[in-house]
């Protein structure tokens, strides 16, 4: 974001003065009354309200329109009729004024006439680079300035703790309903922002905007879609710098969810999975409900990270510790025994029936000396170095154990949450992220494990102008066919670090028989043409031929099928190629996203691709680290273990193929899709053996 | 369960007397003065305080001890000393009191000394019919009949709502860390009892018990072992016949949980993945939270279920309804589109701007239209058929919309579900299932449809004598081996509707000539001993073999290779075998656990089986339907639908060799693990073309 562009933000966002057109007292239920009410109830700075048929409001003397105001204010928010906002934008702009946030309603979502109000706000806001955020949104909130100009509350409700975490929700209705519940459960939102229509300013931009700014730690996002990957993507890179957490809730991808959105707002994520996939390139989490939102929003805001993935557990009741355990192994976290000396020095201070193995249970030990034990437990685990983060339960947040915990929060560094079903409230108003479910508790350490250590993505483009020369000019030769020919897509990705066959294209049975014995026996005869994109299919393929007569029957036998003229098939050539021996099937993918732009697959291959399913999904362009991760990944980590996997050296290439058919796609965008299936892996390496590249215009 | 035994515990369960050995109001903080203060508030039938150091407790007349008790109690609750127990146990069956609960601990958690002293109940408990719950339990508690003999609350506490929801755990603690949460959560819980120690009345026993009762619709069962199989199959049974849902939570399976569990009780619930598919064999549903639990038991306790899987959503923010739409799908639910006619019905009630198709986007209308809106909506999928259940979004618990929302709920037979941010207690505390996030609501009405329909599972063994007397007489010719030959164990697989590869055991080159005249070319050869368990990797495998010459030579370069005396091989026979086309490798293995015997694994098979993974277990004895629900969910569904997945037939073959190979691990306990793999499919149906058996004491 331009640092001007950011200022102007910042003034409206941070306002000295407010005017709010349309504020009323006369009916407590209209949003006038609400938004006025509660901007009167909590802001310190200097507030106007504009009514021409109120000389007073709440008390305030009123202004009968912008051009009266006696000041330029920062923030003009706007509750008057759709009709009459376009005259106030302009007062606006003429009057000096910071922003405007519009939260009637009346505009592009209501048909053609809206549409054409909010496309001059646009217009005006455009040519007077004058921000507008809205219309039809709730309204904004930053209890750090006392703003709350938004209806998502109504006066009399209790605020939520100004805390760390920005709620950015384009839905109003939906955003209204998290800072809700977030108020509720005691998590401390600082900033709540709703865009609605978004005739200027995006969710993406004020992502951008807050994950710079100091009082934000976590930015809880909700997203129906996404019209601009650019501030998105720079702004989860900024998070990663600053070391602050974007959580996003999005809806996945599926028809209903589709009609929905569709006629919500006219788009969606993309493919969810493509969402999920980018996401996690650019250390973005994901939460699937409101409360996971918050539960993690509520640990990561203020800012403690995990060194390792170490969980120290201690609870009153084994069943307990024993659940917790399990959900941490199922989030990825580890449960470490803890060194003997330091189970000794446990042991001796729980009762005998206790255990001292982590998860710790201390038994449900009373008065004085279950004090003592607790408290021994809770300083073993803070001084243990395997142990990056504890989980202790207790029965209420108020007794001296709840004291403990928040001893023990503040003494050290690591995450200590406490799991109290009785009163967590208490805790959680001393800013310590408590839960009143042992298994929530640790998914949402598991959060900040993912948190912690996150790394930028190697994302900026690379080209290799003479490469690309190159692969232009291969490309070019097949440009109108249906899709390039085997041998020509395996000279382009044998440009972008991909191992193939070795093979020859020949046009007589002599040169097939030469080929052989340059290749070396066995080899493979491929039928190549543009009318045969699934060869194998359609008999275009012989394996395993052995010698000179073996070859020239199988070149026969190809040339006669596809000359008969009822096949319709203009034969190119005839590929001869190595037979490649395989440990393991696995298959790369390139398919070009709307808005991400090149997106690789990586998985297992062969002809079940389709049954075994579970590609990895990375946005190009992106570096050998962000490769390993998601080959690391394939069939839940098994791909790297398994007797049967892929060995160190195949897997380095096959990384850096990956990264090679991302580059291809940034620096080819002709090409709309690669399909290289199987390449084939063994001990020494990989090897593609078939290879489909699908040209824009095919 | 017995009658006789059924009759016991409900004595004691529903009690009209009540002694309590140890109650006092000495000490408010002790567990005495606890259970008591709890029995005193809500018990409406008669108590007798028991303590030889008070003349009265809490206003009654006490009892020195409970041979001088006026009356035979229906329940004796205790907590004295573990050293006086075995006398109290002793007075009570001399008084012929109902039964116990012992509270106290002491007892087999500390040591040899309380194993001990428990020995002597559960011998006193057994020989005399004495049902005894405990000891080291919190108790037990039926709103119903205002029993509070626990201290898993305080006296002054709210109680919640007396509900159809019964807390079954054995663990106290954890056990009153539920409840705790569930009256907190305005959850109607009419029961609760943890079993502790167990040295007489076990948790699964009282599972059986309670899936009786008429007060009782579901059960949240927290579990961290199961030591008795029996009552816990045969409650799950009675459950699905009495249409009650049996919701379990219980910990994976880690070394870490292990590691807890042991140190804890001493055994832990098998594996995960077994425990796992014995549940959704059985009908019982999972969760993998305290809160899940309780949402998923909330929704279910009366008794509503789904027709269908439809779900209609109805939201004032587009947002949610996207939200809440993702999430259904990705539960397994659908959200039709409505009828043309419902949609333009809706449409003529809705403002422009929001949408009729479900999810439907009412947008925040409000006053009068709002409202009649909102009932129009409510009327139209109430009666829309395709619609099962309804999810119905508003933002306060007190508003006309919740009001509406009650009426829908009480007018008809659906579940409709309120979302509501704002007091959702307010719903819930006039018996309607209400969620503050629409996710979780989401997934509760998922638990309903997986509750909904469930049909008994079929395993009741039906031994063939005469199959399993050919089965025992062919293992018995390999007893003592390391393992069954491929070949022996197909004939035993074949009785067991396996299809398997036509071959023949050869002992000549001659005799493998004329197996291959009989069986057709390609044949494969494979070197058949006992010290070749895996024959492929030591090169006892010969594939494609097409005329007499090539099969004289394989043969000669098998035995060749394995009569040399360096590979320490003894050679059984030759086997020649069809080469079976195939499409689609699959794998079926059993496995005999030590606790449910034995599970039957079916899923994708081939070399990359342990890459691939995803196997789907199933509890032996079972029917066709069980193993065809087993296979549909094979790589998350896609094995029957992809291009290249199982065919009709192939899937009905497979179907009734996994319950074939059920029975044979039911009819030969002498087997202690089989593994068919692969087993080919094409579009004809499958085959077996390897398997390996192994038997006990191999």
Redesign the interface.
């Known amino acids: 974001m331009e640092p001007a562009r950011a200022d102007k933000l910042g003034r409206m966002l941070k306002p000295s003065s407010i005017g709010v057109v349309g504020a009323t007292d006369k009916n407590p239920?209209s949003l006038g009354a609400r938004v006025y009410g509660n901007l009167k109830r909590d802001f310190k700075g200097q507030l106007y309200p504009i009514n021409p048929r109120s000389a007073v409001v709440m008390g305030d003397e009123a202004y009968p329109s912008v051009r009266e105001l006696p000041t330029a204010v920062d923030l003009i928010v706007v509750l008057a009729p759709a009709t009459e906002v376009v005259e106030v934008i302009k007062d606006s702009i003429a009057a000096g004024i910071g922003g405007a946030c519009i939260i009637s309603a009346g505009f592009a979502?209501?048909?053609e006439d809206g549409r054409q109000i909010q496309d001059q706000i646009t217009a005006l806001s455009m040519e007077h680079d004058f921000p507008v955020i809205g219309p039809n949104c709730v309204g904004i909130m930053d209890l750090h300035e006392g703003l709350m100009a938004n209806f998502a509350m109504k006066p009399e409700e209790d605020r939520p703790q100004a805390g760390a975490i920005a709620i950015v929700?384009?839905?109003?209705?939906?955003?209204?309903?998290m800072l809700?519940?977030a108020a509720?459960r005691d998590v401390p939102v600082g900033i709540f922002a709703s865009t609605g229509n978004q005739s200027d300013v995006t969710v993406e931009q004020l992502l951008e905007y807050y994950v710079e700014q100091s009082d934000v730690k976590v930015i809880a996002l909700?997203l129906?879609n996404i019209s601009d990957e650019g501030p998105f993507l720079r702004a989860a890179k900024r998070a990663i710098e600053l070391d602050k957490v974007i959580v996003a809730?999005?809806?996945?991808?599926?028809?209903?969810?589709a009609?929905?959105?569709l006629?919500?707002?006219g788009s969606i994520v993309g493919s969810?999975e493509i969402f999920d996939s980018v996401c996690a390139q650019y250390g973005i989490l994901r939460a699937?409900?409101?409360?996971?939102l918050l539960d993690y929003a509520l640990i990561l805001q203020d800012g403690r990270r995990m060194v390792g993935k170490g969980v120290g557990i201690v609870?009153?009741?084994?069943?307990?510790?024993?659940?917790a355990?399990?959900?941490?192994?199922?989030n990825g976290l580890?449960?470490p025994?803890l060194p003997h000396a330091v189970e000794d020095r446990i042991a001796a201070n729980i009762?005998?029936?206790g255990?001292a193995?982590?998860?710790i249970?201390t038994t449900?030990m009373?008065g004085p000396p279950g004090i003592e034990a607790f408290r021994v437990v809770l300083k073993e685990l803070a001084d243990e170095e395997t142990i990056d983060a504890i989980v202790a339960?207790s029965?209420y947040g108020d007794d001296e154990k709840a004291e403990l915990m928040a001893e023990s929060h503040a003494r050290q560094a690591k995450p200590v949450v406490p799991v109290i079903?009785?009163q967590p409230e208490l805790l959680l108003r001393r800013g310590i992220a408590t839960y009143?479910?042992?298994?929530?508790a640790v998914r949402a350490i598991a959060a900040v494990a993912r948190a912690s250590g996150r790394q930028l993505p190697e994302d900026e483009a690379r080209v290799d102008a003479e490469r690309r020369a190159t692969a232009h000019r291969l490309l070019a030769s097949e440009a109108g066919q249906p899709f390039v020919l085997e041998h020509t897509a395996k000279e382009v990705l044998a440009l972008y670090d991909f191992p193939v066959s070795a093979e020859q294209s020949c046009q007589t049975a002599d040169q097939a028989v030469e080929a052989l014995r340059r290749i070396g026996p066995p080899v493979v005869l491929k039928a190549l043409s543009h009318d045969l994109p699934h060869k194998s299919d359609s008999g275009g393929v012989i394996l395993n031929l052995r010698d000179e007569s073996e070859v020239r029957e199988a070149f026969a036998s190809l040339t006669r099928r596809f000359e008969d003229e009822r096949m319709a098939v203009h034969l190119d050539s005839i590929l001869v190629q190595e037979m490649v021996p395989a440990q393991?099937e696995m298959a790369l993918g390139l398919e070009r996203d709307p808005l991400y732009g090149p997106i690789v697959a990586i998985g297992?291959g062969g002809?079940?691709i389709?049954?075994?399913?579970g590609l990895r999904l990375l946005r190009a362009p992106f570096g050998i680290r962000e490769a390993d991760e998601a080959i690391g990944c394939i069939?839940?980590g098994?791909?790297g273990h398994?007797?049967?996997?892929l060995s160190v050296g195949a897997r380095q290439q096959l990384a850096l193929a990956a990264v090679g058919l991302g580059q291809l796609g940034i620096e080819c965008p002709e090409i709309m899709s690669v399909d290289v299936n199987p390449l084939l892996a063994s001990k020494d390496g990989i090897r593609a053996v078939d290879a489909l590249i699908v040209l824009d215009g095919a």
Chains 1, 2 share one sequence.
């Open positions: 239920l979502e209501t048909g929700s384009q839905s109003g209705g939906f955003g209204s309903f809700n519940r509720i909700f129906e809730l999005s809806p996945g991808s599926s028809e209903a969810v009609r929905a959105a006629s919500h707002t969810g699937d409900s409101i409360d996971e609870t009153p009741s084994g069943g307990a510790g024993v659940l355990a399990g959900c941490a192994i199922e580890e449960v025994r009762a005998s029936f255990s193995l982590n998860p249970d449900p009373v339960v029965w079903p009785v009143s479910d042992p298994a929530r393991l297992l002809s079940l389709e049954i075994v399913g069939a839940d098994r791909i398994a007797t049967r996997g």
